[in-house]
């Protein structure tokens, strides 16, 4: 696609957009009485207009059945959570049995690394991304902890090689067939949080599974965001929050994926009566049998109304049609914006802001990570203050989310408008 920077230019995209109605299915959050331009939805997705009347029917629910709710109404509640796992499904590209929601993210890892990360005195090793999100870091410390192990033996982190932003694949896999003797686990981001770099999840999966070792992938940035093929592409286990791209409300409930070649396996589980078999559930025996599938990971009795916010979302997915569809846009979208960061370095004639995230669409999300040169936090602050919402993390990056289903193509062309400004006034 030939970019121009002009407004008629994004307004025309915007006419073409057979997206272009699902921004009114969201509350675009305001900025001097107009709608701000919100590009962080990396951090926290927009309420959709729905999610209110989703909450209302189960609090109806509520008033009007009481405890028989569990059991009766349109949607009983003991049931409600298999509402969500087809959508859901759709969206990691699993089996529905494969996925199952429950708890936040951070918890979920560690029920899931209570089950595939089984170390020995030989293998005990997990090897990870350097600068993995730090819930991701301190989960895996704590939990090599748990076995006895000190993480400064047991982590290993693997960096971009000095003067690159992102790692190269072929060293991913090097550093797996390196280590293999001693490894337990690969457990990688989906999606790097900081750099936006979309991680061949398939290649690595395919490396770790060579070598006899466990791969497993936190999907934070990546689930809703990008194409993925969890099932076909042999990982063992996943996990992600509903919160970012998914935008079911903040500290929305998570979801996991479990492959089906492990359902038959006997699993270490930190186990709870919400994972026991559905059949059985309710005769309250002792020792515990597990719900074949993903549901066996259930633990606690499932909060409905946090369930009943991720609805509302995942029926808004269900209608764009899902990831194929969003993610044409979101990569035109992300494409516009690094044209326009670009053409105001090439205006200046220097590098002001230098994009991290890979140029390769394939390698990326909807995602944009800048180092900015000068005045970085000044620079962010007049974002700010101009009405664009993006994010920041030390020491000098902004991180730039267009959604696709809410961002249209003028919102980018907006976007650099002040970005361009903040060049001229910082
Ligand atoms: C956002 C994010 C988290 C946050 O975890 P919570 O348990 O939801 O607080 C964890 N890991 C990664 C990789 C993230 O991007």
């Known amino acids: 696609m030939q970019y121009q920077n002009t407004c008629e230019f994004a307004q025309q995209l915007d006419e073409q957009d057979s997206l272009k109605t699902f921004r009114n299915k969201f509350l675009i959050p305001q900025h001097n009485g107009k709608d701000a331009i919100y ?9 959709p207009v729905s999610a209110k009347r989703y909450i209302a029917e189960q609090l109806t629910n509520w008033e009007k059945l009481g405890v028989e709710g569990w059991f009766e109404g349109d949607d009983p509640w003991l049931s409600y959570h298999k509402k969500l796992t087809p959508i859901l499904s759709d969206i990691v590209g699993a089996n529905e049995k494969e996925v199952s ?27 990870m991304e350097g600068g993995a999100f730090p819930s991701d870091q301190y989960a895996l410390e704590s939990q090599v902890r748990f076995h006895g192990f000190d993480p400064k033996d047991a982590i290993i982190e ?18 797996i067939n390196e280590n293999a003797g001693e490894l337990a686990l690969v457990l990688f981001s989906g ?66 994926f479990v492959h089906k070649k492990h359902f038959n396996e006997d699993h270490n589980r930190f186990a709870g009566w919400w994972g026991y078999r559905k059949d059985k559930q309710f005769l309250m025996a002792p020792g515990f049998d597990a719900e074949p599938g993903a549901e066996g990971w259930q633990v606690s ?5 946090l369930m009943a916010l991720h609805k509302a979302s995942l029926d808004i997915f269900e209608e764009a049609g899902g990831l194929p569809a969003l993610r044409m846009k979101s990569e035109m979208l992300t494409g516009y914006l690094e044209f326009l960061i670009n053409e105001i370095n090439l205006k200046k004639g220097k590098e002001l802001f230098k994009i991290i995230t890979p140029k390769e669409p394939s390698k990326r999300g909807s995602q944009l990570s800048m180092v900015c040169t000068g005045d970085a936090k000044g620079i962010f602050n007049y974002l700010s203050k101009n009405g664009v919402v ?3 993390r030390e020491p000098n990056v902004i991180r730039l989310s267009p959604v696709p289903l809410y ?20």
């Not at 009795?301 to 109304?305: A, H, I, S």
């Open 301 to 305: 009795t499932p909060p409905l109304m």
């Open 158 to 175: 693997i960096f971009p090689r000095s003067g690159e932003d992102t790692l190269r694949t072929e060293d991913i896999l090097a550093a």
């Open 407 to 426: 961002n249209s193509f003028t919102d980018i062309f907006n976007a650099e408008r002040v970005l361009a400004g903040s060049v001229e006034n910082i």
């Open 39 to 47: 590009l962080c939805g990396n951090s926290l997705g927009l309420q």
């Open 191 to 256: 999606i790097n949080y900081y750099t936006g770099q979309f991680f061949d999840i398939e290649a690595i999966t395919k490396a770790a599974h060579n070598v006899g070792v466990i791969a497993g992938f936190d999907l934070a940035h990546a689930a809703g965001n990008v194409p993925l093929k969890l099932h076909e592409w042999g990982v063992d286990f996943a996990c992600w929050c509903s919160y970012k791209y998914m935008n079911s409300g903040p500290g929305g409930i998570s979801g996991i």
């Open 390 to 392: 993006g994010d920041w």
């Open 101 to 127: 929601v429950m708890n936040s993210l951070t918890v979920n890892l560690h029920f899931l690394l209570v089950s595939f990360y089984k170390p020995t005195t030989k293998r005990f090793k997990i090897l």
